[in-house]
């Protein structure tokens, strides 16, 4: 993508220059031609040097005086309408000039040429981000506040000025740019080494997949999280080998099937996302009969959760129109009204409902339908959509039991697929055990290390841990054990419980700590505080490292040697 703003100025001001040109020219040229009178009272002609000499300070209303002799009535006539001509020039040029700098497409071409200097300057990793909302915004912070730079596509002027006004530090460049064509993802930065991801969580499918295909072609090794809202989309992502694909609608179901047959699973995901600790209570999802207000993709992929885990649900649709995409399975389901009206909600069986699930796409709909519920069924349990973060006030202070928000699964499983991949992968792992198998998991975090564990990720490498890659790269042995020895006392072993052991496509999930590391290994490690401040020596400190393998001091004089 080159930058045209010289080519604006020359074409912006090609006419004042040419009217400036013009009019010293004229005032020259009559000077050089018009007799005037030495101090001996003899005739002599102006030399072009000092014509143009007095004509630059008459034009710009300096005024030096009469050189080199005063002059005759005939040359200050002259003078007089050179003076209004050349004046009346440059107030043309200095117009024309001011309208330059206010002019919106040289501004984008300066604003373009600034985004292109900061991308080549841009020597840490970052990820594009395509669009700034409230979705990306949080996934900028956290991308941030995890050492990972972010450059931002977005084609409204007004939420670029709401990004500069936001002050991230360091510094967030942005591009003006109404496309998402293969030049404007290359000048983002797409191609070069340290880029690491793109993330696009446009509404337009068809427009992801596109952006999916570009990137890909421009840098195989780039990671794309990209949004799906339909199954066949998400199949068409994975043959263009898309890396993240995050359809909300599918996640939440999911989570509400996980939470009515294996709640403690739900429990660890809500733990890997920072939403909750492990202390935190189970999720009260009763079996029964369950009534769905809204059956949009959100209320389909819910719909077919229950019906696969043979739960007893009622639809509710507002939109007729409707009737002509569904099946016979879901039309024996469902009824059309409007879902707050209470006689609708009695006939479908609202006083024997254990749960009422509020989907559609209205925030205000779905606080009204849940308050009606209530009125009818004090017991029940209530389940909602939030659609707009604005509205995330309101929804708190409703009473819900549930609250489910789209945007923010979109921003939990973005961020923590790209700022923290092993634990992604823990996740997609922990997803195919079993509720008895996770409850053990969940008691023994807490017993080992408490009700709010951090995570650790360690690669094997000569970057993140060079101490022990250079130990094994002489073909010696190390255990996953060592990374649990406490730096006070080696006898002693720190609060960790190692969660996944990575080593190139096979995964170890909840390895033995007398598995053996090698390197490359990808490692995810649960701990406290003072245990990850103690693997990071260990990883990093050759004195550390030589305490917790050997269970003595290193000398200053053997440094280096092992």
């Known amino acids: 993508?080159?930058?045209?703003?010289?080519?604006?100025?020359?074409?912006?001001?090609?006419?004042?220059?040419?009217?400036?040109?013009?009019?010293?020219?004229?005032s020259i040229l009559g000077f050089l031609f018009i007799e005037g009178r030495d101090s001996s009272g003899n005739v002599y002609n102006m030399s072009i040097f000092d014509a143009f000499y007095f004509v630059t300070y008459t034009a710009t209303t300096i005024g030096f005086g009469e050189i080199p002799y005063p002059f005759t009535y005939p040359q200050r006539v002259w003078v007089t309408f050179c003076t209004y001509l050349t004046?009346?020039?440059?107030?043309?040029?200095?117009?024309?000039?001011?309208?330059?700098?206010?002019?919106?497409?040289?501004?984008?071409?300066?604003?373009?040429?600034?985004?292109?200097?900061q991308i080549?300057?841009?020597?840490?990793?970052?990820?594009?981000?395509l669009g700034y909302n409230q979705i990306t915004k949080k996934i900028i912070k956290k991308a941030l506040a995890q050492g990972l730079r972010t450059v931002v596509i977005e084609k409204d002027k007004m939420k670029i000025n709401d990004l500069i006004l936001e002050n991230f530090t360091p510094t967030v460049p942005v591009l003006y740019s109404e496309t998402y064509?293969?030049?404007?993802?290359?000048?983002?930065?797409?191609?070069?080494?340290?880029?690491?991801?793109?993330?696009?969580?446009?509404?337009?499918?068809?427009?992801?997949?596109?952006?999916?295909?570009?990137?890909?072609?421009?840098?195989?090794?780039?990671?794309?999280a990209v949004k799906s809202t339909t199954s066949t989309h998400t199949e068409?992502?994975?043959d263009l080998d898309a890396d993240v694909i995050v359809n909300p609608f599918s996640i939440i179901s999911s989570e509400i099937s996980l939470a009515l047959w294996a709640p403690n699973i739900f429990k660890l995901e809500k733990w890997l996302y920072g939403i909750d600790n492990l202390n935190a209570a189970l999720p009260i999802f009763p079996k029964g009969l369950y009534i769905i207000c809204g059956y949009g993709r959100m209320g389909k992929k819910i719909f077919e959760k229950l019906s696969d885990n043979n739960v007893d649900v009622k639809l509710i649709e507002m939109d007729k129109k409707k009737d002509?995409?569904?099946?016979?399975?879901?039309?024996?389901h469902l009824i059309f009204g409007n879902a707050d009206d209470k006689e609708l909600l009695i006939n479908v069986g609202i006083k024997d409902a254990r749960v009422v699930v509020a989907v559609t796409d209205d925030d205000t709909t779905n606080l009204s339908i849940l308050a009606t519920a209530r009125k009818l069924n004090s017991k029940i349990i209530t389940i909602v959509r939030e659609n707009d973060l604005a509205d995330d006030f309101l929804f708190r202070n409703a009473n819900i039991d549930h609250i489910f928000t789209p945007s923010k699964i979109l921003v939990n499983k973005v961020t923590n697929a790209l700022v923290n991949p092993l634990s992604d992968k823990f996740l997609k792992q922990i997803l195919?055990?079993?509720?008895?198998?996770?409850?053990?998991?969940?008691?023994?975090?807490?017993?080992?290390?408490?009700?709010?564990?951090?995570?650790?990720?360690?690669?094997?490498?000569n970057i993140i841990a060079p101490q022990i890659y250079a130990y094994l790269k002489e073909n010696k042995d190390l255990s996953l054990s060592l990374l649990a020895t406490s730096l006070h006392n080696k006898e002693q072993q720190n609060n960790v419980v190692p969660l996944l052991l990575q080593r190139e496509n096979d995964i170890i999930l909840l390895p033995e700590w007398e598995n053996d590391i090698k390197i490359g290994d990808k490692i995810l490690l649960a701990c406290d505080e003072h245990a990850k401040d103690d693997i990071e020596y260990i990883c990093e400190n050759i004195y550390e490292f030589y305490y917790a393998l050997t269970g003595k001091e290193k000398q200053t004089i053997l440094k280096g040697i092992i």
């Open 1 to 26: 993508m080159r930058n045209n703003s010289l080519f604006i100025i020359l074409q912006k001001m090609r006419k004042p220059f040419l009217v400036i040109l013009i009019t010293y020219a004229i």
């Open 87 to 117: 004046v009346l020039g440059w107030f043309y040029s200095i117009g024309s000039l001011v309208s330059l700098f206010r002019d919106d497409l040289f501004l984008q071409e300066i604003e373009k040429a600034k985004f292109l200097r």
């Open 120 to 129: 080549k300057n841009l020597n840490e990793k970052f990820i594009v981000v």
């Open 181 to 224: 064509s293969v030049k404007v993802l290359e000048a983002a930065g797409l191609k070069k080494r340290n880029c690491k991801a793109i993330v696009s969580l446009l509404d337009n499918d068809a427009l992801n997949l596109k952006i999916t295909l570009i990137a890909k072609a421009l840098n195989k090794n780039v990671k794309v």
């Open 236 to 238: 068409n992502l994975k």
């Open 324 to 332: 002509v995409e569904l099946t016979k399975k879901e039309m024996e």
């Open 432 to 461: 195919k055990q079993d509720n008895n198998w996770a409850s053990k998991l969940v008691a023994r975090l807490v017993k080992e290390i408490g009700i709010n564990p951090l995570l650790v990720e360690i690669e094997i490498n």
